[in-house]
Nanobody
């Protein structure tokens, strides 16, 4: 089992910055990849950024060059630095961790989510 707790959300004006944190606990050594997803109001959840155990990263097209994902293994914490925020970035941001069961199957763990609101 893996537990994830997000923090750092809030209200910010367009052009501003926020840093989200995701603290992981439990069977941390079993985690392969971690990521951030968001769910804008009335829309489906979408990938924001992902980082693997070897620190490879990938980003959603809408956040490239503005957001940076990182992880501090010593603190069991993942971060999302969000710069140049836009109103379209508004949504609930969820932390995700993937644990492989075998070569094909994976289990996904989710945090409770943190609200990010960007005002115009």
């Amino acid at each position: 089992q893996v537990q994830l707790v997000e923090s750092g959300g809030g209200l910010v004006e367009a052009g501003g910055s926020l840093r989200l944190s995701c603290a992981a606990s439990g069977s941390i050594s079993s985690i392969n990849a971690m990521g951030w997803y968001r769910q804008p109001p009335g829309k489906q959840r979408e990938l924001v950024a992902k980082i693997t155990s070897d620190s490879s990263t990938n980003y959603g097209d809408s956040v490239k060059d503005r957001f940076t994902i990182s992880r501090d293994n010593a603190k069991n914490t993942m971060y999302l630095q969000m710069n140049s925020l836009k109103p379209d970035d508004t949504g609930v941001y969820y932390c995700n961790a993937e644990v492989p069961l075998d070569r094909v199957r994976r289990v996904a763990y989710w945090g409770q989510g943190t609200q990010v609101t960007v005002s115009s």
